[in-house]
């Protein structure tokens, strides 16, 4: 059964960083692409970020390249999100995905002072 | 970037009845096209991947078309539990982008 937990959520001030993990199990983790997709509270769904496979591509939506780093490492199954210069924004549920079929179940990140 | 436009934003329904949702691409993006279905407090649920198959598990009654620019998610003989919020999303090129998202409610 493939199974995607996030964690690293949690409430951090503006202008501070965050680091949310997912870790995989179930599949061959090193085969697939990754990505994270946000939503605020209330709003849509928001693709911000995906790594490829082998975590030499990276890709970036405009509202956080610059700020936010997407990385993995594939002997721990672990896809990784770095945001830095968190702003009120910034808050949303993160979703890793492998997508389009599977889904963690989201992880909290709350920018408040 | 490919915009995603999906009609209506919400729509209201009864048991039983038909619904359609349409998603319109900005361009082309061929046979790209997935549907979700997300209900409050939980992650989205893969319904049609690729325009038009039917993820394992989900029921026959939902099903999609279309292809190109314009995309259609139909519901037929709606069942309570498919009240729901329902987001496309183009899977041709990055950014992945979604569709702002139709509730639907109960009439």
């Known amino acids: 059964e493939v199974q995607l937990l996030e964690s690293g959520g949690g409430l951090v001030q503006p202008g501070g960083s965050q680091r949310l993990s997912c870790v995989a199990s179930?599949?061959?983790?090193?085969?697939?692409?990754m990505t994270w997709v946000r939503q605020s509270p209330g709003k849509g769904l928001e693709w911000i970020s995906a790594?490829?496979?082998?975590?030499?591509?990276?890709y970036y939506a405009d509202s956080v390249r610059g700020r936010f780093t997407i990385s993995r490492d594939n002997s721990k199954n672990t896809l990784y999100l770095q945001m830095n210069s968190l702003r009120t924004d910034d808050t949303a549920v993160y979703y890793c995905?492998?997508?389009?079929?599977?889904w963690g179940q989201g992880t909290l990140v709350a920018v408040s002072s | 970037d490919i915009q995603m436009t999906q009609s209506p934003s919400s729509l209201s329904a009864s048991v039983g009845d038909r619904v359609t949702i349409t998603c319109r691409a900005s361009?082309?993006?061929?046979?790209?096209l997935n549907w979700y279905q997300q209900k409050p407090g939980k992650a989205p649920k893969l319904l049609i991947y690729?325009?038009?198959d039917l993820q394992s598990g989900v029921p026959s009654r939902f099903s999609g078309s279309g292809s190109g620019t314009e995309f259609t998610l139909t519901i037929n003989n709606l069942q309570p539990e498919d009240f729901a919020t329902y987001y496309c999303?183009?899977?041709?090129?990055?950014?992945?982008?979604f569709g702002q998202g139709t509730k639907v409610e109960i009439k």
């Open positions: 995905a492998r997508e389009p079929h599977f």
């Open positions: 179930g599949f061959a983790f090193d085969g697939y692409a």
């Open positions: 790594i490829s496979a082998g975590g030499l591509s990276a």
């Open positions: 361009q082309s993006i061929r046979s790209y």
């Open positions: 690729t325009a038009f």
């Open positions: 999303q183009q899977s041709f090129s990055n950014p992945r982008t």
